[in-house]
Every structure is written in C-alpha cells, then in structure tokens.
C-alpha cells in the first residue's frame, strides 16, 4: 500500500482590477468626507479656548479640555431637553408604526372595497401639499400650539414607509392568510400573529427611518413651540449655532471680543456631539434588522 500523496494547490494572489482599486479608492474618499467633519467637531469640542482661538485645531484635540462639556452638563434645561427628546421621539415613532401598520396591511387585500381610491389618497399627499400655513391653523384651531402633540400628530404618518410596509406585506405568501383563516384566525389575528413576526427586518428599518427624522426635526417646534421647557433638543442647538453666528458676526464687526467666539465654538461642537451621541448608540443594536429590511426583495425564494 503506497503513502497517500497530498497536492496542495498554492492560492494565487487575488489581482485586483483597475476599476475596484478606483471603486475602493472613492468609497475611500466618500468615508473621509463623512467622518472627517465629525473627528474635527469632536476636537473642537475637546480643545481650549486658546488652541480653538489660534485656529490649531484639526481632527486631533489640542490641550485637551472638557469645559464645554462640563457647561453642558451643568445646564439643567439642556439635560431636560435631552430627556424630553427622547420621550417625544420613542411616542412618535410607536405612534407611527402602528398607524403605518394598520394602513398598509389593508391596502393589500383586494376585498377592501376602495383600495384604489385610498391608495390615491396616500399618494396625492406627496406630491400635493396644503403648504405650512393651512398646516400651522389645522394645529391651531385643534389647540394643540405650544403642546407636545403638535410635535407628534401633523407628521404621524410617512406616506413613503407606508408604501414600503405594504410593498412587504404583498410580498408575503397569501397561502400564509389562507390557512390562517382556515383555522378561524380573523384579520387583527392574522396581522399579529403571521404577518408581524415575519416583518421585524422590515418594521426594524421603518422605525430608525422615523426615529431619526423625529430626533432631527425642529422646523415644527420652532413654528409650533413657545415654551422653553418644550423645545426638543435639535431646537435648542439650532439656537446654539445661531447664537454663535451672532457671535461670530459681531466679532467680524468689533463688537465682541475673541475670547466669546470661541467659547461659543466650543460649546457649540460639543452640543452637537451631546446631540448626536444617543442615535449612535442605539443604531447598532438595530443595524442588523436595518441591512436586512433594505434588502428584502433583492432575492426571490
């Protein structure tokens, strides 16, 4: 009996072409121009006065100082907002899902005598629009200016991820529906017990669609709230930044001295960062459901 010979075929040296080298170079370029004005406003948030001052600041932090975040933090209105924030965008976003739901799950049964007619309904409201003055005296005469509601209920439902939602539930197998109700299931139970489980990876990405739009939103608050205790946290930054515009155009003038403008920067970057930091945190616990929603239907079974 002869010794078993093994051939090990050597790999060859993955060669890569001309075009993925330029493809990996411009998602290179496209990273940068993303997270490089995020490291510079993360420096300027960690930087003094007097490096912000002398315009040393780049991407890395420059005699390092947490002030602006210590002012931050020190602010109660700040932290109240950031608490009422996150309040005001968990609502909306339960709010709108199950109104999303419980419009899109009907719109793909063929019984629903005018299906049609609803459909069009939902689309003629992205392209045609009342405009923000009708909207602005429907909040009124409503009485819900100056309330959390008039943050929550004008933009309840997105007609595009209700579009999205039920191009899913179409998708599902009917024979699904059918043997469901031949075990005496109704439609509520159906939508629960069958078609829900089968759409977290869709539910999972209109719901980071809604809670993103909600936590960066403030053009309603600024038309809708007066109080400060009510203003959502991107109100009060877009506040911040245009206070330090203010700064900055009085500095250009001679009317205000350096050392405010860049005590403004400061606090200013790291308000964005205090911002910013609670969507980064919960966006990788939903990332997995969100590459699958966006690519259901790019393979049929």
Not at 86 to 100: E, F, G, Q, S
Request: aromatic content about 14%; hydrophobic content about 50%; charged content about 15%.
């Amino acid at each position: 009996m002869t010794a078993a010979t093994h051939v090990v075929k050597e790999k060859k040296p993955k060669i890569w072409s001309p075009g993925q080298v330029a493809l990996c170079f411009f998602i290179f370029l496209v990273v940068l121009t993303c997270v490089l004005p995020f490291l510079n406003v993360i420096a300027i948030s960690l930087s003094s006065k007097s490096a912000i001052l002398r315009g040393d600041v780049s991407f890395w932090p420059v005699e390092f100082s947490t002030k602006a975040y210590q002012a931050i933090f020190s602010d109660k209105a700040l932290i109240n907002s950031l608490w009422y924030t996150i309040k005001l965008t968990v609502i909306y976003t339960v709010l709108a899902m199950v109104m999303t739901i419980l419009m899109a799950y009907p719109l793909t049964k063929k019984r629903l005598h005018g299906r049609n007619f609803f459909s069009f309904l939902a689309l003629f409201t992205m392209y045609f629009s009342g405009g923000t003055i009708p909207i602005y005296l429907n909040v009124k005469e409503f009485g819900m200016l100056d309330t959390m509601w008039s943050l929550i209920i004008p933009g309840l439902l997105s007609t595009y991820n209700m579009i999205i939602m039920k191009s899913f539930f179409a998708s599902l197998p009917s024979e699904l529906e059918e043997a469901a109700t031949i075990d005496g299931a109704n439609d509520f139970q159906i939508l629960l017990q069958v078609y829900l489980p089968l759409s977290l990876a869709s539910i999972a990405t209109l719901t980071l669609f809604y809670a993103v739009g909600k936590w960066n939103s403030f053009a309603d608050a600024k038309y809708y709230i007066t109080s400060r205790a009510l203003q959502p946290l991107q109100l009060k930054l877009y506040n911040i930044i245009k206070g330090a515009t203010a700064v900055d155009v009085a500095a250009i003038e001679g009317g205000s001295n350096s050392n405010a403008q860049s005590i403004s920067e400061s606090i200013e970057s790291a308000t964005i960062i205090f911002a910013t930091l609670p969507i980064l945190v919960v966006y990788p616990f939903v990332q997995r459901y969100f590459v699958s929603g966006v690519t259901i239907g790019a393979v049929k079974g």
